[in-house]
Each structure stands twice: as C-alpha cells, then as structure tokens.
C-alpha cells in the first residue's frame, strides 16, 4: 500500500535504437529501467548524424530495444538526449492483444531535431552501439548498413576538384 506521501510510479515504454541499447549503459544511466524484449519501429530507417538518429521511411523499419522507464529514468535520459534541444520525443502507439481485450500501448523515442546530413560516428559510440545489438541477441547488418551509409568516400569540391 502506498502512503500520501510516497508517489507511485507510472511506467512507460521507451524504444532504445542507439547506445541505450547497451544494457550496462542503459542501467547506469536508469537503475529502474527495465529490458521487455525487442521491439521493430515501423516506418523508419537508422541513420548517423554522428550519433544514432532514425527518420521516416516507408518501406523502413529499426529494429531496437524496449525498456519499462519510471518518470525518474525518463528524466534522466531527457538529460542524456539533450532534449529539447538536440533530440525531440515521438510516440508510436501499438495495439497489444491481452486476452480478448485489445489495450494501446504509448512507447516513447528520440529523433534530433535538425535532420541535415550524415556523417559517421565515432569509434566508440559505434561499439557501445554494437554491443547493445549483442545485448539485444539482434543482427548487427542494419547498423553496419546505417554506418556505411553514413561514410562519405568522395567530397565535390569547386572546379571538379575531389577528395577521396
């Protein structure tokens, strides 16, 4: 039984696509954050902006990790995320059937705010990245596809000139 004084936690569904996929990372930066399962972001597609940034696709889809967060572990990682500024929140609403009832599930993700351009991130983002797919018993194909993607081999320059 709670108390007056003790608040009660309301638990929400947070997607994790990038380095809070990383389960050691995710559990120093949300203590109460709990790993449900995986989870497939419909409609969108992994890219980097230097970090890990998802935008709208058609035919798309990101794979990633879903978390139960406390209002205290979503705080916590508005700091992470930069928001407002640097990361905005989004919602994807999914239908889950429990028992001839069917009962909508709210599930809260980053996207940045400024969507201009690709480029590649660092090495060790990237690994904490990687290491979350592990954690995730994920295939890594879709982050290796997002860096690659992100990787620019030929820089147009004036003139004609080229860097490769």
């Not at 007056?4 to 929400?12: D, G, M, P, S, T």
């Not at 400024?114 to 797919?133: L, W």
Request: charged share 30%; with cysteine.
């Amino acid at each position: 039984m709670v108390n007056r004084k003790q608040k009660e936690e309301k638990i929400k569904y947070y997607f994790a696509y990038g380095s809070n996929m990383n389960h050691e990372h995710m559990k120093m930066r949300c203590p109460k954050a709990r790993y449900v399962d995986t989870f497939e972001l419909p409609g969108y597609e992994l890219v980097f902006r230097s970090v890990a940034d998802v935008q709208r696709s058609k035919e798309g889809s990101v794979k990633g990790a879903l978390f139960t967060i406390t209002e205290d572990c979503e705080r916590a990682l508005d700091r992470y995320e930069g928001y407002p500024n640097l990361y905005t929140k989004k919602y994807h609403f999914r239908w889950y059937d429990s028992m001839e009832k069917f009962v909508p599930q709210k599930i809260m993700f980053y996207t940045m705010v400024d969507k201009y351009g690709v480029y590649p991130p660092s090495e060790g983002y990237f690994q904490t990245i990687k290491q979350g797919y592990k954690d995730c018993d994920l295939p890594t194909d879709p982050l290796m596809e997002a860096a690659r993607n992100a990787i620019v081999s030929e820089i147009d320059l004036p003139n004609g000139l080229t860097l490769q």
